[in-house]
C-alpha cells in the first residue's frame, strides 16, 4: 500500500497515464481509500485543465477578434519585417537588401502577384475603352448640307 | 501550418543556401508557435516580441547545425527554449521596470505569501477564466526557469514527453520527476496567488 506522500509524488505521471497498470490500479485504490487525498489530485487534475483551457483559449480563432479580448499570444504583425531588418542590418546588407524581398516578406507573393494581375486587367480595360469610344461631336454645330447644283 | 517531413526537408535544403523567400516561408509557418513559446516563458509581450525575432535570427545563422535528427519544429523550440532561459537569467540579474511593475501588481505579494486577489465568498468563483489566466500566469513567472520551460512545453505547448527530452536534452526519467516538482511548484504558487486551496471540483 502506498503512503500518501507517495500517492501525491505520483500525480504527475498518474495524470499523464504514465505509470505502469499495476502501479497506476495501486494509486487508484489508494484515492478511493482516501477522500481527502482524492480531493488534492481532483485539485491537481484542475489546475491542469485550467492550464489546457488557458492553452486551448489562446489558439482558438474567436479569441482575437476585439483588440481588447485578443490573446497575449496574438502573433505581432511586424514580426517578419522586424527579423529582416535585423538581418539586413547585421549582414551589413547582404541579406534582405533590396525592397522586394523584404516586401514579400510582409505581404504574400500570391498577394503582390494577384493586386498586380488586377492593375494589369484594369489598365488594359481602360485602353480599349479609350480606343473604342467614338469621338464626340462638337457642340452647337448643325452638319452643313451643300444642294448640288 | 505543419509541414510535412518531404516539404520540411525540402524547406530545410534552402535555408542552407540562405534562400530569403524560404526564410519567409519558415517565419511565416512558425511564428506563431515561437512566440507563443517565448511569451508564456517571459511573460513580457514586448520581450516576447524581441526574443522571438531574435529566435529567427539565431536559426538562420545556425540552421547548417541542424542535424534532421529531430523535426525543425523541435529544434527550433529548443533554439527558443534555451534563447528563454538565457533571457530570463538575464533579466533576474537586471531588475527592469517590467518587474517593478509586477511587484506593484501582485507580484511581492505572490513571493511573500500574501493573496494576490481579494479573497471570494465562494472560491470558485476566482477559478474564472482571465482572473485565474492571470494568477496563473504571475505563478508560472515565479518557477525556476527549468521548471517553467517544463510546464510550458508540457502542459501550454500540449507536447509529448519524446519531444521535451529531444528539446530539452533530459533523460525521460528527469523530465518526468522535474515536471512533477514543477506542477508541485506552480500550485502552490497559484494557492499562494489565490489565497486560499485549489477547489477539488
Known amino acids: 500500500m502506498l503512503t500518501d506522500d507517495e500517492v501525491r509524488d505520483l500525480f504527475s505521471a498518474y495524470h499523464d497515464r504514465e505509470l505502469s497498470p499495476e502501479r497506476s490500479e495501486a494509486v487508484r485504490a489508494a484515492l478511493d481509500a482516501n477522500p481527502s487525498l482524492k480531493g488534492e489530485y481532483s485539485a491537481f487534475c484542475r489546475m491542469l485543465d485550467s492550464l489546457s483551457a488557458m492553452a486551448a483559449a489562446a489558439e482558438s480563432p474567436l479569441a482575437g477578434v476585439a483588440a481588447s479580448d485578443a490573446p497575449k499570444e496574438a502573433i505581432p504583425p511586424d514580426l517578419l519585417s522586424g527579423v529582416q531588418r535585423r538581418l539586413q542590418k547585421r549582414s551589413g546588407g547582404r541579406f534582405y537588401g533590396d525592397m522586394w524581398s523584404r516586401l514579400a516578406g510582409i505581404l504574400p507573393l500570391e498577394l503582390i502577384a494577384t493586386l498586380v494581375l488586377i492593375a494589369l486587367v484594369l489598365a488594359y480595360a481602360a485602353m480599349t475603352m479609350v480606343s473604342a469610344r467614338p469621338a464626340p461631336a462638337p457642340t452647337g454645330a448643325t452638319p452643313s448640307v451643300t444642294a448640288p447644283r | 501550418m505543419t509541414l510535412d517531413l518531404e516539404a520540411e526537408r525540402a524547406l530545410v535544403e534552402r535555408l542552407r543556401r540562405r534562400d530569403e523567400a524560404a526564410f519567409n516561408l519558415f517565419v511565416r509557418a512558425y511564428q506563431a508557435r515561437v512566440f507563443s513559446l517565448v511569451q508564456r516563458m517571459l511573460g513580457n509581450r514586448a520581450e516576447a516580441e524581441d526574443l522571438a525575432q531574435e529566435v529567427f535570427i539565431t536559426v538562420f545563422r545556425s540552421i547548417d547545425s541542424f542535424r534532421g535528427d529531430a523535426r525543425l ?5 529548443r533554439v527558443a527554449i534555451n534563447h528563454c532561459k538565457n533571457r530570463i537569467k ?15 501588481e501582485g507580484g511581492k505579494a505572490l513571493t511573500e505569501g500574501g493573496p494576490v486577489m481579494s479573497r471570494p465568498d465562494r472560491p470558485d468563483e476566482a477559478m474564472q477564466g482571465a482572473e485565474l489566466n492571470k494568477v496563473i500566469e504571475r505563478a508560472l513567472g515565479l518557477l525556476e526557469e527549468e521548471h517553467r520551460a517544463l510546464v510550458v512545453l508540457r502542459d501550454l505547448e500540449g507536447l509529448s514527453y519524446e519531444e521535451i527530452m529531444t528539446i530539452t536534452g533530459l533523460p525521460e526519467g528527469t523530465v518526468k520527476s522535474r515536471l512533477h516538482r514543477a506542477r508541485a511548484a506552480l500550485r502552490e504558487a497559484i494557492e499562494r496567488g489565490l489565497g486560499y486551496k485549489l477547489p477539488e471540483q
Open chain 2, 73 to 77: 519544429g523541435t529544434w527550433l523550440y
Open chain 2, 90 to 104: 538575464y533579466l533576474d540579474r537586471r531588475v527592469t521596470r517590467g518587474h517593478d511593475a509586477l511587484d506593484e
